[in-house]
């Protein structure tokens, strides 16, 4: 069964704390895996897509990487307003998008 | 340049009841796509639609039920409503057969008495 596993399930980082979110994924047939932002009462927004192991895409203060079987979202010398849920997806052959449970950031000044 | 919208934002129903939320895509969009987001958890897919059609399904009963029109805004359907339909509900457009990403509105949030 196609699985999206997020860890850590919160993390808590003082202002300029570097940090690494990871996204693990056992499914057939990955088209893509994407990063969203998603704020409180809001919609996810997108962030990143990564198609293939090794690819490496940056935005700021972060920067998310892929291998064949996870993706990282690395955050550095993170500002309060960084702090939010993360969502890791991936794209499945039939184009539907499975999500995992989301890493929750939250940065303290 | 106009992305996802939906309507209503907030939506109260007591058991038993039905409620229909709609979206209109993004500009250009073609495919529109209904997800759940209970409290704490990712979304979890309920259905996409293109062409008016009901393409792809995720594990949820026939209560759920949609709808695309010409204009290729959508309607989700909900009937028989139970307390654990008390959810967030995004709808996400993007084109047909794309590997690109999906734009999601901000959700309606329906409350269950």
């Known amino acids: 069964e196609d699985q999206v596993t997020q860890s850590p399930e919160a993390l808590r980082l003082q202002e300029g704390e570097s940090s690494s979110l990871n996204c693990s994924y056992t499914?057939?047939?990955?088209?893509?895996l994407f990063w969203y932002r998603q704020d409180p009462g809001k919609g996810p927004e997108f962030l990143f897509t990564?198609?293939?192991a090794g690819e490496e895409k940056e935005k700021e203060r972060l920067k998310a990487t892929l291998t064949k079987k996870e993706s990282f979202l690395h955050i550095t010398a993170p500002k309060p307003e960084d702090s939010a849920t993360y969502l890791c997806a991936v794209h499945l052959n039939d184009y539907k998008l499975s999500f995992g449970a989301g890493t929750t950031v939250t940065v303290r000044a | 340049d106009a992305g996802v919208t939906q309507s209503p934002t907030h939506l109260i129903k007591t058991r038993g009841q039905q409620v229909t939320l709609r979206c209109s895509p993004k500009s250009g969009h073609d495919t529109v796509s209904w997800y759940q987001q209970a409290l704490g958890q990712g979304p979890q897919f309920i259905f996409q639609y293109y062409e008016e059609e009901e393409r792809q399904r995720g594990n949820f009963p026939d209560r759920f039920s949609g709808h695309q029109f010409p204009n290729y805004s959508s309607e989700l359907n909900v009937n028989a409503l139970l307390l654990g339909d008390s959810a967030l509900y995004l709808c996400?457009?993007?084109?047909?057969?794309?590997?690109?990403?999906?734009?999601f509105g901000d959700g309606t949030r329906l409350s269950i008495l």
């Open positions: 499914v057939s047939g990955l088209r893509g």
């Open positions: 996400a457009s993007s084109l047909w057969v794309s590997n690109q990403p999906q734009h």
């Open positions: 990564l198609y293939s």
